[in-house]
């Protein structure tokens, strides 16, 4: 049983279900959740899904500024590659968690038997455990992966975002001409010339 007097009951809790190193990256995100650096707002988008967006514009936030991600509230899953490449819940999860007043922040539930003591303590051999057998290898590092269209909306999307915010105080004759600017930029874009 672990117990540390600078972790919380939560923290506790999570310490003694996960391994170690599970165990550190979600203390990390947990927490910069608690801590005054995690600045996010939220909207339903429709029942059960909602958005979360960083409103930090310090140099030490974790997120991208006006970057959104999605979050499924039925099984807490998340569009955030340290989730979906960790399967652990994240900073983000958390925040809307602790925003809905629910009485936890990690969903321990939904924590992933990679990740539990309970499979690391088990006396099955390892040959014995499901999935693929696997080895270690060098990862060759590939310089720059061409971006898929989700990640190509968000950027675009985050981008015409805070162009409509600039422009929505700007005077009407400036108003007018930046949304002609934009408007050419739209045609060269509709005429394949950029």
């Known amino acids: 049983m672990v117990v540390n007097a600078k972790f919380d009951r939560e923290m506790s809790l999570v310490a003694n279900l996960v391994s170690e190193h599970a165990f550190e990256l979600i203390f990390e995100q947990y927490s910069y ?35 959104e991600y999605s979050v499924t509230k039925q099984n807490w899953e998340w ?32 924590l992933p038997s ?18 693929k057998s696997f080895s270690v290898a060098k990862v060759l590092r590939q310089e720059r992966q061409p971006w898929d269209a989700n990640r ?5 999307h985050a981008l015409a975002s805070s162009i409509s915010k600039t422009i929505s105080g700007m005077g009407m004759p400036q108003y007018n001409a ?17």
Not at 80 to 99: D, E, G, I, N, Q
Request: charged residues 25%; positive net charge; hydrophobic residues 45%.
């Open 33 to 67: 959740t608690l801590s005054n650096r995690a600045n996010y707002s939220f909207y339903e988008a429709v029942t059960g899904i909602d958005f979360v967006k960083n409103k930090s514009e310090e140099d030490d936030a974790l997120d991208k500024p006006s970057v």
């Open 79 to 110: 569009s955030w590659l340290f989730m979906s490449t960790r399967l652990l819940p994240c900073r983000h999860v958390f925040f809307l968690r602790k925003a809905l007043q629910l009485e936890l922040l990690i969903p321990t539930q939904l």
């Open 114 to 131: 990679r990740w539990l003591l309970s499979l690391v303590r088990s006396e099955t051999p390892v040959h014995a455990l499901p999935g």
């Open 152 to 156: 190509k909306f968000r950027e675009a």
């Open 178 to 194: 930046a949304i002609q600017a934009l408007q050419e930029v739209a045609r060269l874009f509709k005429r394949g010339e950029i």
